[in-house]
């Protein structure tokens, strides 16, 4: 496999990057879920306390995979086209879009309040 995208198929960063991103979103999606089902338990505040962490790093993977994006744009395959191509690219955009937006607004707000905010922790 390739390391960058060839037209045809996606290289091997642009797919470790996408499907690092796609777990470390269903690990934080399950959090919720887990929360929200459980309520307060030693399990779901463990799993809550790498909340941040793991959005910190949700950040930076989205901001490489941003920038491995523009890199490779000349050469990104064109994927597959009708009405559920044009749906996953939407979907796609605007989960980067929240992705890259959520680490500048949480530090908005921190800003804000005057509270620290650590960025791994």
Same mark, same amino acid.
């Given at each position: 496999m390739k390391i960058r995208d060839d037209g045809l198929?996606? !290289?091997? #960063?642009?797919r #470790?990057?996408?499907w690092g $991103? @796609?777990?470390l979103l269903l690990y934080q999606l399950g959090g919720v =879920? %887990?929360?929200a089902a459980l309520g307060e338990t030693p399990l779901t505040e463990a799993w809550g306390s790498s909340h941040k962490t793991v959005g910190g790093l949700l *950040? =930076? +993977? @989205? #901001?490489?995979?941003?920038l491995w994006g *523009?890199?490779?744009l000349a050469t990104r395959p064109t994927g597959i086209g009708g009405v559920v191509g044009? +749906?996953?690219? $939407? !979907?796609? +955009? =605007? +989960?980067?879009g929240l992705m890259l937006a959520c680490r500048p607004w949480r *530090?908005?707000?921190?800003? @804000?309040? %005057?509270a620290p905010m650590r960025f791994l922790a």
């Open positions: 198929r996606y !290289g091997l #960063v642009t #470790v990057l996408h $991103i @796609a777990g =879920v %887990a929360g *950040f =930076v +993977l @989205a #901001v490489l995979r941003a *523009f890199y490779n044009r +749906l996953a690219g $939407i !979907g796609h +955009l =605007v +989960l980067y *530090f908005c707000a921190s800003m @804000a309040r %005057a």
